[in-house]
């Protein structure tokens, strides 16, 4: 069934305080809950209904009296008293067989839970939605040495803990973890003298993998109390990484629960970009004690409200730490290849849908990413000053409450009198906006005209002008910044902005820093886009200059069959050649546009796309790149040589990337020489992992890979890397077959989201090898998508989406992805999860 947000209603009764016991058992765990309902004025329909699933109801009973509720698959329903009442019930789950990490599972012998967003309901009988709070109490009764819940502890001894969560919170903030731990402790002190223990808990011997995080964790709530004013609010917080979760982590109340791999790291063990995400999430999570807990959201359909802001958030603070431009432009990166294809595919849909079947299935790039982007619109439309005011009014009007996006689009119009109806659209317009671009120059004045169009999107024919913040700079003809940074608002359909007083018509630097979620259409020559590259001051538009010089080549060589472009390769190798820029910045100015959105670009303009012939101009322009710059890659590659202590610090990790970038065009040059001594020294995991990948790309390194697994063969997040990597570069000819060889393999724990992603996902990813003719790629992964959706239905939807951009493709290839599609449809039993995702993918 669909749930539309126009249906919301309250509950029809308020939760006083929550008691739960466990008495744990791996297959026969009893929880108890104790909670007192009142009436909830605010509520038309007073029908007593609490969500359950899969809970073996024992017994019920309200102020003491034994009851007997109706109760189905989804839930219980009772007759209760007209004013407060207190309601107890029994029920026994089956933690150990719980295979879909939702609710209350086991994960190598420990208890753990993940309750967003709808897992609570599977724990006990609840009104499982987030606009019920309440106060929590935890007795945990169970053999393990460490038992956590939410809150502060408050008692403990042999056998059992109690926690108390003063901060009312919905049930899908819940949180328990039982298990035979170690802890890595730190201390904080608030900015107003609050002491705060901190705790990573890890299995044993994890514990020399916790040291960043917990650097990570102090410098989030350093950077939250300095910018954004907000303190943290229990005693204690407490980190739990486990092995087999769906996610990235969990903000639950005081008790954050990670997926390892986004929580352990050391030098050895894990990548610079396994360092910098760990330290996004570690602060994403943290973040969300504000937004996200003590401010949550009144339904799911609000879900951008805690994931948009909080990933602007973790964004902002990572480039306090880090680069500020490197960070968009990896940002800006991701959300091309992620959210776009979304956001103009099957599965399209606004930043705050409007319906949902399951709503797991909206945990998108469209509500994280893209609803971060709004709030980067917002306060570069409102200004920084005025951005920091609604904030304040935010916290200060909602805390404690359940609120939606116009609870939150209220206080900026509070806080700064600017209307924003228009803005609002955001939210609920999908599809990315085209902005085009037109140019006049006469008489000292240039004129930008600028329109803006967006696609029909499922379920939305006919799309209003949005407003956009399009931030624009002009460069003389000598390269001088003649108008520097300025904000126009595109909210017309067509709109034209002048500027005077120029004495030569300038070069426009337009969407600077990607002040806006949009596809630019600028017909421009290659040689003012090599202009913006060596002159422009802004350092985002000066890749993106780059960026589309390259994405220009490859569509040539693609469609026209021409050799690659002198002025994209003299101009990248001008800027690499220099070595005031950044290395972070000049390794990712190496970087070419990916194959999905090549062919993206080659659909939009009205040619179907071959995988094949994308993969082909992109090999072919690589290894023109590399004899282009033969000389300089060897002074390139040096850069990487850090002599002091590995850190995974923004300086040696941009001199890594930079030669890790190197060492790939040298490769093709010598056959992997330079790689193979590369990898006999090297001594921290960025190194070995862009070695090893430079020789399998070369088609080399059978021993090392072989070397790397006996190396490696007992950690789990390294051997992830080992199954991702060989599937990533395959060749597209072998893509399948090694994905198939690598489901033999006795390592293949399948049922472990981690490493069924490291395959599937590298599959997925791998766009010549997914999109191989044969059809092999799409029948190995559907089968393996049939057998995972019994097991695990929420990662099993989440990878349909490899399917998403399908009707881009040739009638031969949609056939066979059809074909597929239809047989998955087909599957008995298949869960909801999977079903809604494949019934829109297919489309109408
Ligand atoms: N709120 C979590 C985060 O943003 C994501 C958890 C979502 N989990 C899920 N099963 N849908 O970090
Ligand atoms: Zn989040």
Known sequence: TTIYLKDYSPFGFTVDDVHLTFDLSPSATRVTSRITFSPNPDAADHTFFLHGEELKLIRASIDGQPVTPDATDKGLTCNVPSSSFVWEAEVEIDPAGNTALEGLYMSNGMYCTQCEAEGFRKITYYPDRPDVMSTFTVRINGPEKVLLSNGNPTDQGEGFAEWHDPWPKPAYLFALVAGDLVNHPDRFTTKSGKEVELNIWVRPGDEGKCAFGMEALKKSMTWDEDVYGREYDLDVFNIVAVDDFNMGAMENKGLNIFNSSCVLASPETSTDDNFERIEAIIAHEYFHNWTGNRITCRDWFQLCLKEGLTVFRDAQFTSDMRSEPVKRIRDVIDLRGRQF?????????????????????????????????????????????????????????????????????????????????????WYSQAGTPRVKVAEDWADGTYTLTLSQSTSPTPGQDNKQPQVIPVAVGLLGQNGDEVAQTRVLELTEKEQSFTFDGLSTKPVPSILRGFSAPVILDHDTTSAERAFLLSHDTDPFNRWEAGRSLARETLLAMITDGTAPSGAYLDGVQAVLRDDTLDPAYRALMLGLPGQSELATALHDGGTTPDPQAIWTATETLR????????????????????????????????????????????????????????????????????????????????????????????????????????????????????????????????????????????????????????????????????????????????????????????????????????????????????????????GA
Not at 761 to 768: Q, R, S
Not at 799 to 808: G, I, K, V, Y
């Open 341 to 425: 294809p979304e956001d103009n595919g099957p599965l399209s849909h606004s930043v705050r849908p409007d319906s949902f079947v399951e709503i797991n299935n909206f945990y998108t790039a469209t509500v994280y990413e893209k609803g971060a982007e709004v709030i980067g619109m917002l306060k570069t439309l409102v200004g920084d000053d005025a951005y920091a005011k609604a904030l304040d009014l935010y916290f200060e009007r909602h805390d404690g409450d359940a609120a939606t996006i116009e609870d939150w689009l209220a206080v900026f119009q509070d806080a700064t009198g600017r209307d924003l109806s228009q803005f609002k659209r």
């Open 623 to 842: 290894q023109a790149q590399a004899q282009h710059m033969q000389d300089l890659l060897p002074r390139l590659h040096g850069e990487a040589q850090v002599s002091s202590p590995y850190q995974p610090d923004a300086d040696q990790s941009g001199r890594r990337a930079l030669g890790g970038a190197a060492l790939s065009l040298i490769t093709r040059l010598d056959g992997g020489a330079l790689a193979a001594s590369e990898y006999a020294k090297a001594d921290n995991m960025t190194l070995q992992l862009s070695a090893l990948g430079c020789l399998i790309k070369a088609g080399k390194g059978e021993a090392e890979l072989q070397a790397f697994y006996d190396q490696w063969e007992d950690d789990r997040l390294v051997i992830d890397k080992w199954f991702g990597l060989q599937v990533s570069l395959a060749d597209p000819e072998q893509t399948a077959t090694v994905g198939r060889s690598l489901t033999q393999h006795p390592d293949f724990n399948w049922k472990n989201p981690n490493r069924f992603r490291a395959v599937f996902g590298a599959l997925a990813m791998n766009h010549p090898g997914f999109h191989h003719a044969s059809g092999t790629a799409y029948e190995l992964l559907a089968a393996w998508l049939i057998r995972l959706d019994p097991v695990n239905p929420q990662t099993t939807a989440r990878m349909c989406s490899a399917f998403q951009t399908w009707r881009r493709y040739d009638a031969a290839r949609q056939d066979l992805i059809k074909v597929q599609l239809d047989r998955i449809a087909a599957t008995p039993d298949l869960s909801r999860d999977v079903t809604e995702m494949i019934t829109r993918i297919r």
